[in-house]
């Protein structure tokens, strides 16, 4: 149980263009869900908060106008890259937290995005 | 903001050793400490965790220590074989809602056949 999918799981685009990466909780309803940013042989960066029905937290430092967050059910929440550069590769790992509490984070398998 | 400090940042060790990773945190109000195991490209996978009413968990050959006063947490693993292999990140969060994790910056371990 608590299987997390992300998709897609490998992008390259031109810079310039916009790119969406879902993450869906399969079997299990999440009222939030996270967003990391993870660069090579570096931690996890929490990007952003997103909950379910309402706008996402921001961590100091990230720019929500590049990076929209969508939380529009239970399962599913989506992170738009906007006008994507080449400095926006990197690895971007999403996480839910099943509604029960407490409860760990499950981790999707991530999305490795590189930019032309 | 909760701020997280892992060490070591490489550990080898020879097959059948002891491994210790050490975490300390900063904000006492944190109470939940998973720590996660990631292998190259692939997501992270929780291998345990550890709440702040409890002092020691273990789980056959991985333990977690924590030292609330201290504001330390540790992470063991016994008899250490080659698939142990991997990165481990310990985190804090704050809150028994589980909310946002505080990751460490990660311990890269070999385990030498």
């Known amino acids: 149980g608590a299987v997390v999918s992300q998709h897609p799981s490998w992008v390259i685009c031109k810079s310039g263009t916009s790119v969406k990466i879902e993450c869906r909780s399969l079997d299990f309803q999440a009222t939030t869900m996270f967003w990391y940013r993870q660069f090579p042989k570096q931690s996890l960066m929490l990007m952003a908060t997103?909950?379910?029905?309402?706008?996402?937290?921001?961590e100091q430092g990230v720019e929500k106008d590049k990076f929209l967050i969508n939380h529009a059910s239970l399962t599913l929440s989506t992170l738009t890259v906007t006008s994507a550069h080449p400095e926006d590769s990197s690895f971007y790992i999403c996480?839910?937290?099943?509604?029960?509490?407490?409860?760990?984070?499950?981790f999707g398998d991530g999305t490795r995005l590189s930019i032309l | 903001g909760e701020n997280v400090e892992q060490h070591p940042s490489t550990l080898s060790v020879q097959e059948g050793d002891s491994a210790v990773i050490k975490c300390t945190y900063s904000?006492?109000?944190?109470?939940?400490f998973p720590w996660y195991k990631q292998e190259l490209g692939k997501r992270p996978q929780l291998i345990i965790d550890?709440?702040?009413?409890?002092g020691e968990k273990k789980d056959q050959r991985i333990a977690v220590t924590l030292n609330k006063t201290a504001k330390h947490f540790s992470l063991h693993i016994t008899e250490t074989q080659p698939e142990d292999s991997a990165v481990f990140f310990c985190?804090?969060?704050?809150?028994?809602?589980?909310?946002?994790?505080?990751f460490g910056t990660g311990t890269s371990l070999t385990v030498i056949p």
């Open positions: 550890i709440r702040s009413n409890v």
């Open positions: 996480s839910a937290r099943p509604r029960q509490t407490p409860q760990p984070q499950h």
């Open positions: 997103s909950n379910e029905g309402s706008k996402a937290t921001y």
């Open positions: 904000d006492s109000a944190s109470n939940y």
């Open positions: 985190a804090a969060s704050i809150g028994n809602t589980g909310n946002q994790f505080y």
